[in-house]
């Protein structure tokens, strides 16, 4: 009989773990802030690597629902000139292993194959604390608790389970992104969707950046990328869409106005994104009852890797409990040791692909390292 595990988070790595251990007949019960599946919107588009995120959607069984959701022709990507030169592009051919998805509905197959009840919404953690003998009681912002011998913190980077295991607290990595939509492209702003293309576009230049990724029908979602201390941003009133994206168009002076379109003629109020990491090569001694998986684990500023790691952490660990029923500090040593260098690899662009919706600095070095046969 394998004792039922606690997860905390219901994003993609918890919901992950919680499937594959339901494909090998073991109980979980995920405990979820957000009071529903729909209170929020997802995000937006996801690359899933055939190294890694569809590794765990393999041993999820939903391999043909991923199949099902991949928006075509999404994997073409473009280098462009800050004045909207297009440098290079490489396009589409549907051989690449990186197809794009929507994260809403990615989670949404997800969350369909778990048996009812799984997931326990509105349940936001204020806090977790040892009992001793590998148990720890978490407890609720309702005032609510729940004992367990088997916790899983998927729950981010702000994650409330990690104390338990580390005094690590994310640092601001020194740059952050301004997220931005434009919607009815191709018919209101056909300049601007004409420079993105087909599938994503990234404009660089030396501590500021533009990404672009055409979604699903001619949506499209901009990252606008700048090197800038905290107090920087906190002195924009990001309140006032209008204010905010105008200031944030002036670090852009002198661009292409297609370019900085994605900014001044959005379709909603640009949001804030700083990027947050946890010390690299974050580790923490093997604590009974207890672990974590993606950011609350290994919190790293974007590189495209973020959601695959945290669904393959979830599958990977998932599959050490079912192969050691009686014995799940084994299990999860075992995931421990091969998550932490899954994360270091990770971290390390050199000999990395990296590129996807969540990595536009990396993009941009990734492309030009392919342009020009160098590392960047």
Not at 207 to 228: M, N, P, Q
Not at 262 to 290: C, M, N, S
Request: hydrophobic fraction near 45%; avoid cysteine; proline fraction near 6%.
């Amino acid at each position: 009989m394998h004792t039922p595990v606690t997860i905390v988070g219901a994003g993609l790595g918890g919901l992950t773990l919680a499937r594959v251990l339901h494909v090998h007949g073991i109980p979980a019960t995920v405990y979820e802030a957000e009071a529903s599946p729909a209170v929020r919107a997802q995000g937006g588009m996801l690359d899933i690597h055939d190294h890694n995120g569809q590794l765990a959607l393999e041993a999820a069984g939903l391999m043909d629902e991923f199949r099902a959701i991949v928006v075509e022709g999404r994997q073409s990507m473009r280098l462009v000139d800050p004045d909207g030169t297009v440098l290079h592009e490489m396009a589409d051919d549907g051989m690449g292993g990186r197809p794009e998805v929507q994260r809403a509905e990615l989670r949404r197959i997800l969350l369909d194959s778990l048996p009812a009840g799984t997931v326990r919404w509105g349940h936001k953690v204020g806090g977790a604390r040892a009992l001793g003998g590998g148990r720890h009681e978490v407890s609720f912002a309702d005032g609510g608790t729940v004992v367990t011998s088997l916790l899983v913190g998927a729950d981010g980077a702000w994650s409330r389970i990690r104390p338990l295991l580390s005094g690590a607290a994310p640092e601001y990595v020194g740059t952050s992104f301004v997220e931005t939509y434009l919607y009815d492209a191709d018919t209101r702003h056909p300049d601007t969707a004409k420079v993105v293309g087909s599938g994503s576009m990234v404009a660089p230049s030396p501590g500021k950046e533009i990404f672009a990724h055409r979604e699903s029908g001619d949506t499209l979602h901009a990252y606008v990328a700048l090197s800038r201390p905290r107090d920087w941003f906190a002195a924009i009133d990001f309140t006032d869409a209008s204010v905010a994206a105008a200031r944030m168009a002036r670090e852009f002076d002198g661009w292409a106005p297609e370019l900085t379109a994605l900014l001044t003629d959005a379709d909603t109020p640009p949001v804030l994104r700083p990027h947050y990491a946890l010390p690299a090569e974050h580790r923490w001694d093997r604590t009974p009852g207890v672990t974590l998986i993606g950011d609350a684990a290994h919190l790293a500023a974007p590189n495209g890797e973020g959601a695959n790691l945290a669904m393959l952490d979830g599958a990977e660990l998932a599959k050490a409990l079912a192969a050691h029923p009686d014995d799940t500090e084994a299990a999860f040593t075992e995931h421990e040791r091969a998550m932490f260098a899954r994360a270091a690899e990770a971290v390390t662009f050199e000999g990395t692909e990296v590129h996807g919706i969540d990595s536009p600095h990396n993009t941009a070095r990734a492309m030009l390292a392919m342009i020009t046969g160098q590392d960047g």
